[in-house]
């Protein structure tokens, strides 16, 4: 297996975190973190801050610890049970460009198939202008989205039937997911060294993502050559940010190495940039721009039946949500027609949320 490394130092307040791993195989793979390292970060005048192992694999500094600075320079120092010592080199962090806008556009695109085009919302980014006559950028995408059940829970099932106290609370939720794939740039040749209009991520009405609200957060990341070339190279083999480190086709040389035996393949990288960031939201395209695809429940006869025999019904899974008809007639769907949690997200509305 291979040592994996993914931690960043940005001019952003902490705490910074490093994430080590070991690799798995193509056809299998896992996540296997790596505990028990003893990790540091240096900078460049000699200041130094250990990181403590906050869950599996996950190593972070104190909140009010380091904090990065433009102009700086940093490297990570990791030590292993087995007394393998691994070190990044010095990198700067420079100084970060501005994003200037982030926008979506509504546009359809060809899919396989011809009779259900792709429909979805485009977005792009504009950077500021740099004084710097070379600029490198990366970026990296996060998105949120409000969602909703297609019923309301009106009782549960669990030894005996019981009213659902707030037919509210599984209603509506909230999903963040790491958006995958890697966007950079480079001004290098160009006469202009601000981004114009520049492709990030396209969303497809395929999901429930675009149903009521979604909200993209850009972290927009100035580099070094040397950080520009890793993930510009990442890029171009069209890799998956997510799962980049466990899966890469073939081994794109990060900046940490072993001491003793720099020949030792090590993946990822220890990213130190400036960054900006910027948040926007789009609600629910117009139904006459766009026609949505994803599933929606629909009340059938073999749920009604199936609310006649929920006492007969395996414990394990109880409760068991019930919701009702127009009429009021009881039924028991598929929970995840009436649970949003069960589609992956939370109730819990984000601290950074705008209706």
Not at 74 to 97: A, R
Request: proline share 5%; net charge negative; hydrophobic share 30%.
């Amino acid at each position: 297996y291979i040592l994996v490394v993914d931690g960043t130092i940005t001019n952003e307040p902490g705490p910074y975190q490093v994430r080590l791993s070991l690799s798995s195989p193509i056809n299998k793979p896992e996540l296997k973190p790596y505990t028990g390292a003893q990790v540091a970060v240096i900078d460049d005048i000699g200041n130094e801050e250990e990181f403590s192992e906050v869950s599996p694999g996950v190593y972070e500094c104190n909140a009010d610890g380091m904090q990065g600075v433009v102009g700086r320079k940093y490297k990570v120092m990791i030590s292993t049970p087995g007394d393998k010592v691994y070190e990044s080199n010095f990198q700067e962090i420079k100084s970060p460009v501005g994003i200037n806008d982030i926008y979506s556009e509504i546009e359809s695109k060809s899919s396989d198939d011809p009779y259900y085009p792709n429909y979805g919302y485009q977005f792009y980014v504009d950077s500021e202008e740099s004084v710097a006559d070379t600029v490198n950028l990366m970026w990296s995408l996060t998105s949120t989205y409000k969602y909703q059940s297609d019923f309301y829970i009106r009782y549960y099932y669990y030894y005996g039937l019981h009213e659902f106290p707030d037919a509210d609370s599984l209603y509506t939720c909230y999903k963040t997911d790491v958006i995958q794939g890697i966007y950079t740039f480079s001004s290098a040749g160009l006469t202009d060294n601000a981004v114009k209009r520049l492709p990030l991520n396209y969303v497809t009405t395929d999901t429930r993502e675009l149903s009521i609200r979604y909200s993209l957060l850009v972290k927009q990341y100035t580099l070094g050559q040397e950080a520009f070339t890793f993930y510009n190279s990442l890029q171009s083999i069209n890799s998956q940010q997510g799962a980049l480190y466990a899966q890469q086709p073939f081994q794109v040389k990060g900046n940490v190495e072993n001491m003793s035996n720099p020949d030792e393949p090590v993946l990822g990288y220890f990213l130190v940039a400036g960054i900006d960031k910027k948040r926007v939201y789009v609600d629910r395209p117009p139904s006459d721009q766009v026609e949505f695809y994803y599933g929606v429940c629909v009340l059938t006869e073999a749920d009604f039946e199936a609310y006649g025999y929920i006492r007969w019904t395996d414990r394990r899974a109880w409760p068991l949500y019930v919701t009702t008809s127009a009429t009021g007639r009881r039924a028991l769907t598929h929970q995840d027609c009436v649970d949003c949690t069960r589609r992956g997200g939370t109730i819990e509305k984000p601290d950074f949320w705008e209706e």
